[in-house]
């Protein structure tokens, strides 16, 4: 056949890294030999190897009536889940928010849902959007699915700090270039990184977004948040950050993409939200109305009993509190491999990137061959061009060890 039986837009489209693929894989080998150590997997795991739930989802999600679980969910969200998710991610800072913007939430399958969305709503074909250098690679493919380019910024300076300099350089370049900015931060616990930005960080960020936007041009941030209940603070501090946010500029649009999978550990039910805030009511109107409609056109709706368990547990302060203490507990386990792999690694000599929270830490290394040559020592991580990702969140305190200590021999 001469012609192809595909689209010739789809033509090119191959998974070349799908973390989800390689973390399978090392389940498998796994599975053969208990002896591998699958450091790949992006969701919380005890100490037995078994994935962490949370008892206050669970007991709500076995107590749904028929129409909690099975009706379809409505696209604008309940109200529950739609004004929780808002008190969720702003915590304290809900009412200095609620009344210096205006807010939207629009249900998605998963922060995914939300990023796709947005990357297809907010940017033109042939476009670009910018994110650091180190970043989850699954942007790549969100991206070329919405014919559109990703253009990077180093994330750190020399002190392995936030590289402003490089960000403004790379932001003003990219928006006069095309006429828009469309910029992806993964804040608190970047994934691949475990970095943090600081509210300093973001206030300077925001002033750059905001000299930018003042040459109208289109401003899109698009802050994924998908960690943000597992950076190594407290529930209202992690939330701190929001504070810098009101200085954005009227004409900017933010859309925060709150992942249900990571705050639940509903990896599997596909929910989360596309949360649009800006001073402008008009830019609010037309995310409502694109975002509506592409919730419609691509998945119609989300998972019912996934937005009834969240739904119960924003609306009921108790349970709520219990599940803020639950959520502690996850990042105690955390916090204890983290220590840990820090303590070995400084002994051997093993330099890791600044960690802040999350499932994730991360260590630079020019050796290219890197994947092959850990697997051949039964290590499984994810790389990227120029460092590993190596998931906490999958590895126990006894696999940590032997883990820092054959990265150490191939890095
Ligand atoms: C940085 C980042 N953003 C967003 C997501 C989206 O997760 P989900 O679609 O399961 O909510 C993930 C999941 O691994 C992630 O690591």
Redesign the pocket.
């Known amino acids: 056949m001469s012609n192809h039986i595909v689209g010739t837009h789809a033509l090119h489209k191959v998974m070349e890294s799908n973390i989800l693929k390689i973390s399978q894989d090392a389940r498998a080998a796994k599975a053969i030999n208990p002896e591998v150590i699958d450091a790949t997997v992006?969701m919380l795991h005890r100490e037995d190897g078994k994935l962490f739930k949370y008892a206050t989802v669970e007991e709500q999600l076995f107590k749904l009536s028929d129409p909690e679980m099975y009706f379809y969910a409505p696209v604008n969200g309940s109200k529950e889940f739609s004004a929780g998710v808002i008190d969720w991610v702003f915590g304290s800072n809900r009412e200095t928010i609620t009344k210096t913007f205006h807010l939207s939430v629009i249900p998605t399958?998963?922060?995914?849902?939300a990023?796709s969305n947005s990357l297809y709503n907010f940017n033109d074909f042939g476009q670009s959007m910018l994110v650091p250098n180190y970043y989850?690679t699954p942007y790549e493919n969100i991206a070329e699915e919405a014919h559109i380019g990703v253009k990077t910024f180093r994330l750190y300076d020399e002190n392995y700090d936030f590289n402003i300099a490089d960000f403004t350089e790379k932001a003003n370049e990219l928006a006069f270039e095309q006429k828009r900015l469309f910029l992806i931060l993964?804040d608190p616990c970047n994934?691949p990184t475990g970095f943090c930005l600081t509210k300093e960080n973001w206030q300077a960020i925001i002033k750059v977004l905001n000299d930018i936007s003042r040459a109208d041009i289109p401003v899109i941030l698009l802050h994924?948040s998908?960690?943000i209940d597992y950076q190594m603070k407290e529930h209202n501090q992690s939330r701190d950050v929001y504070e810098a946010f009101l200085e954005l500029d009227e004409n900017i649009l933010t859309i925060i993409?709150f992942?249900?999978?990571?705050t639940f550990s509903m990896?599997g039910f596909?929910i989360?939200a596309q949360l649009g805030m800006s001073k402008s009511k008009a830019i609010i109107d037309e995310f409502n109305r694109v975002g509506d409609y592409s919730v419609r056109a691509r998945f119609s709706s989300v998972s019912r009993p996934a937005m009834s368990v969240i739904g119960k547990i924003f609306a009921n302060q108790e349970l709520k509190k219990t599940f803020i203490l639950e959520i502690e507990t996850a990042k105690d386990l955390l916090r204890k491999r983290i220590e840990l792999f820090h303590e070995i690694a400084q002994r051997e000599n093993l330099k890791m990137l600044p960690y802040g929270g999350g499932f994730f830490v991360g260590i630079e290394t020019d050796n290219q061959n890197i994947f092959k040559d850990l697997v051949q020592d039964g290590v499984f991580i994810i790389s990227m061009p120029g460092m590993i990702r190596i998931a906490l969140s999958s590895v126990k305190l006894t696999e940590i060890e032997r883990l820092v200590k054959i990265i150490k021999k191939h890095i």
């Open positions: 992006g399958t998963g922060g995914s849902g990023l989850w993964n994934n994924d998908a960690y993409a992942s249900g999978s990571k990896y596909r989360g």
